[in-house]
């Protein structure tokens, strides 16, 4: 295995500082630079954008990114144990990256970057999860990031690029495919990762599109979706029952069959029953 950079292996990094891992915070760490090098080109053009890395622990993704040629790394950790063997990476990279010792779900460090954007992220499944949801639900479209390469377990990453008709398919689909090009580029077993954590896992690269697939106001298609798959087994009518009185108009006019039950209806009848209604 060659080294990507003249900073000491991973496994001595945590040694030195003594970075146990801890399943509190979902550490399972990824020690082959190569492999976190292959992760960061996976990013896509980095060398013009700022990265927003969350959950950087011992560094191994911060340096593929930062030898993969990173405008600047902005890295985000709760875990403060760690914050020194990123501060021997800032050093070995001049003015490239900077740290923040913090928990990504009550920090906005948007303020702090550059565009274009870029997140990357190998993170615990329910942080990864919540943040996914918000990045992919702001204010205003296009997002302020250009594209998202985050590490999930598998079965989330097979949700997130999940076709119609499909047990995968729900809302973490419809959000994701709605305003985004959603694919899966790498599948790594339990053992790539140190401790192995019990499933597979999978990077998911997101690429924000400028407009959005089908035309639908926001709230208005999150509620409708939230509510059609909060109870999915459930047939469309009944399970949108509370949204409308007429909603069996609605979802006819939408191209949807009453009976239908959610995870047979395609995105583009999920917008068209979306404006149906006002914002
Ligand atoms: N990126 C490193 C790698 O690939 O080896 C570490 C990955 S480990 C799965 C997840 C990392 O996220 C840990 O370093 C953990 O301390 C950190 N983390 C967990 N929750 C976090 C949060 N809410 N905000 C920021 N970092 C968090």
Redesign the pocket.
């Known amino acids: 295995m060659s080294a990507i950079d003249s900073l000491p292996p ?1 496994r001595e990094v945590i040694a030195t500082h003594g970075l146990t891992a ?1 399943k509190s ?7 082959d630079l190569n492999l ?1 090098a292959k992760i960061a080109r996976m990013a896509g053009d980095i060398g013009t954008a700022d990265v927003l ?10 340096r593929g990114l930062l030898a993969e040629g990173a405008r600047r790394v902005l890295a ?4 403060a144990r ?1 914050i020194p063997a990123l501060k021997d990476i800032a050093a070995a990279y001049p003015g490239r990256l900077d740290i923040i010792n ?4 009550e920090i906005d460090a948007t303020a702090l970057l550059t565009p274009p954007i870029k997140i990357a ?4 499944y329910n ?1 990864g999860t919540e943040l996914l949801v918000r990045w992919l639900t702001p204010a205003t479209w296009p997002p302020f990031w250009d594209s998202l390469t985050l ?1 999930f377990q598998r079965e989330v990453a097979e949700r997130i690029v999940a076709q119609p008709g499909s047990k995968a398919y729900g809302r973490l689909a419809v959000l994701a495919q709605w305003r985004s090009d959603a694919q899966i580029v790498l599948q790594l077993p339990p053992g790539a ?1 140190t401790p192995p954590p019990k499933v597979s896992s999978a990077v998911v690269h997101i690429k924000a599109r400028k407009t959005p697939r089908f035309e639908a106001a926001p709230k208005v298609l999150e509620r409708v979706v939230a509510r059609a798959f909060n109870q999915r087994r459930k047939m469309m009518r009944a399970a949108l029952k509370g949204l409308a009185p007429d909603i069996e108009d609605r979802l006819i006019a939408s191209g949807i069959q009453p009976t239908d039950r959610a995870e047979t209806v395609g995105l583009e009848q999920f917008c068209a029953l979306a404006r149906t209604f006002d914002d």
């Open positions: 991973l801890r915070l979902g550490q399972n760490f990824l020690l976190t890395e969350i959950g950087p622990g011992p560094g191994g993704l911060t985000v950790e709760k875990d760690c913090g928990d990504a779900l992220a190998n993170l615990p942080v590490m990762f």
